[in-house]
């Protein structure tokens, strides 16, 4: 890893950040359920145009009143055009739809592997061997995404195949996303690039939105209230105390929001709609987490030897 990344120290401003991405993006899973189940009147991709493109006209408008520079160079647009439709429409997009059948909980829990990905990411993108204690947790980590999946993909119908193959998939998109901003950082303020995320990634929903030809939106009441909650709460706020945190923290504390936010939606899925869990899904959710603390683990273990 680069010696910028290993200058970064634990700051409580930076915790203070991720501490809102633990608790925000844990329930954001229920907010999602609430919004696209069957009779809620949201149509997967069309919630998600709608969600990015308030909270990245909210997040531009606050970063030109902070007299913030908001022009983008072509490197930076082109950085942040892949990374925003990575993250949204390629991995919210997946999650949105998924979730018209699939459990928030589970959802979550599937989503929970983005570090496990993105370990695999980095070392192919620097070309370098994992350590055989990383390959141990990573094989850990496997092991618990294939507890989760497969003995659902077993018995699955062709619809409930596509929605786990979609939630093994958005973590992918996802983790791509965020190493693409890692190892290509703009200069502009993390406000800034979380404004042309939402903006970008809202102008990727609206293609999906008209090529798949989903229905206009027609939200219930509640509908209505999960969308204001995953705009102001999980875009405006935590998405951006989420690119602050990348900038503030090393990666492997910054990125430690992928073993809390399953934990925080398991709780929410079973206290408010009562989302079971069976024994392989307990079990699976157990050797993902262990498998994502041991790469964090190891990560830093490797960072601190080589400063």
């Known amino acids: ?43 997967p991709f069309a919630l998600g145009a709608i969600r990015t493109l308030v909270a990245g006209i909210a997040l531009l408008g606050w970063a030109a009143l902070r007299r913030a520079r908001i022009r983008l160079s072509r490197s930076e647009f082109a950085t942040l055009a892949i990374a925003g ?5 390629g991995a919210n997009g997946l999650v949105n739809w998924a979730e018209q059948r699939a459990d928030s909980s589970y959802a979550a829990l599937l989503v929970a592997a983005v570090p496990i ?10 070309r370098q061997r994992p350590s055989w204690r990383l390959l141990l947790y990573l094989s850990i980590g496997f092991a618990g995404i294939g507890l989760l999946s497969v003995p659902k993909l077993l018995v699955a119908e062709r619809a409930d195949l596509v929605t786990i193959l979609m939630l093994i998939a958005a973590p992918i998109t996802w983790a791509f996303g965020s190493m693409l901003q890692i190892r290509r950082p703009v200069a502009v303020s993390p406000l800034v690039s979380s404004a042309y995320l939402h903006l970008l990634g809202s102008a990727g929903f609206a293609v999906v ?4 030809g989903e229905p206009w939106p027609a939200p219930s009441v509640e509908a209505w209230g999960a ?24 990666t492997h504390i910054a990125m430690t929001y992928a073993y809390v936010n399953p934990v925080v939606a398991v709780i929410l899925g079973w206290l408010i709609l009562r989302e079971g869990a069976s024994l392989s899904v ?7 987490l262990v498998g994502v603390w041991g790469v964090f683990r190891e990560e830093h273990t490797s960072a601190e030897s080589e400063v």
């Open 85 to 89: 439709l990575l993250m949204w429409p």
């Open 227 to 250: 969308l204001a909650y995953l705009t102001v709460a999980g875009s405006v706020i935590a998405f951006t105390a989420y690119v602050r945190a990348l900038h503030l923290l090393p």
């Open 282 to 288: 307990i079990s699976g959710m157990g050797l993902v």
């Open 117 to 126: 990905w993105s370990a695999v990411i980095d070392a192919i993108w620097r």
């Open 209 to 212: 939105f008209l090529v798949t």
């Open 1 to 43: 890893m680069d010696q910028v990344h290993h200058q970064k120290s634990v700051t409580a401003k930076g915790l203070a950040y991720l501490f809102v991405v633990y608790m925000v993006w844990g329930s954001t899973y229920l907010a999602i359920r609430f919004a696209v189940r069957e009779g809620a009147g949201f149509p």
